[in-house]
Structure formats: structure tokens, C-alpha cells
């Protein structure tokens, strides 16, 4: 069985630049045989954009923010009710910590409604925060940590 390896580049279509009904071999519906629609189609494409580079023009892209609308609507909730917490609990919540230079600690995670649930903070100075991180089995003895998959 021989088998056609010969790959067709075009489609026999009518030219969207010629106006009429002309079935033409086409290439993203321009035709590239006469009258050459698709080759002064690209010589104009090429063209523009060595204007555009030799001229120092660029498009310019809308930049895409970093955080979503959404999500500085949470951010703005998470702000107040962390500001409420270290008013409630200005000292480290370590064992014999009086430390006033603290961090908020959440113990079960920031996923979801999680975020702003004070059941879920602590107030931990910035080298016992280092200690919950690093040594959960520790920071879940003193409760300064719960098990994520256990709820």
C-alpha cells in the first residue's frame, strides 16, 4: 500500500482579498498564487514590524496584576482581623516568651476561610514562629499547631 507523503500547505478555497468566487490554492485564506495575496499580505506584516523595532514603538501589554480583585477584598478582611488579634494578644504565645516584637502564626493554615478565623491564630515572636515552622510535632504538642488533614 503506498501511501501519499506529499503534504498539502494550502487550501483550494476562494481568496478573501479577491472578491470573487474563484476557487484558488489559499494560505490562511489569501491566495499565493497570482495575484499573491498571502506574499504582499506577509511583506506588509514584515514590514510593520521593522518599522515598528528600527522606530522603538512596542505594543504595549496591559499588565496582569498580581493578586485578584477577590483576593485584596480578602487581604483587606485578613488586615483588620490580624490588627484585632495582636491587640487581643500583644505578648508570644510560647511558653514563658514575654516577647512583644511578634508575628501572627496561623496553626491550621491560610487556605480559604481559614485566613481571617482568629480561632486559628498565634501571636509568636519571630524565632519561635522559626521553631513552629520548622518542628510541627513540637508546635502541635503545645497546640500552637493543628493537623491540616484531621478536621
Known amino acids: 500500500m503506498k501511501r501519499n507523503s506529499t503534504i498539502k500547505p494550502y487550501k483550494e478555497t ?8 474563484t476557487i484558488r490554492k489559499t494560505i490562511s485564506g489569501r491566495c499565493f498564487e497570482y495575484p499573491f495575496h498571502y506574499q504582499k499580505y506577509k ?6 514590524r521593522k518599522a ?10 496591559k499588565p496582569i496584576p498580581n493578586v485578584s480583585q477577590k483576593q485584596l477584598e480578602r487581604l483587606k478582611e485578613y ?6 488579634y495582636f491587640k487581643e494578644k500583644p505578648i508570644c504565645e510560647y511558653p514563658n516568651c514575654n516577647s ?22 498565634a501571636s509568636l515572636c519571630d524565632e519561635h514562629h522559626r ?19 484531621n478536621k
Open 100 to 121: 512583644t516584637q511578634i508575628q501572627l502564626h496561623h496553626r491550621g493554615g491560610r487556605i480559604g476561610s481559614l485566613l481571617t478565623d482568629k480561632r486559628n491564630f
Open 131 to 149: 521553631i513552629c515552622e520548622l518542628n510541627p510535632l513540637h508546635a502541635k504538642e503545645l497546640g500552637l499547631s493543628v493537623d491540616r488533614l
Open 14 to 21: 476562494t481568496c478573501i482579498d479577491c472578491g470573487d468566487d
Open 52 to 61: 515598528n523595532k528600527d522606530s522603538g514603538e512596542t505594543k504595549k501589554l
Open 43 to 48: 511583506e506588509k506584516v514584515y514590514a510593520d
Open 79 to 84: 488586615k483588620k482581623a490580624k490588627e484585632e
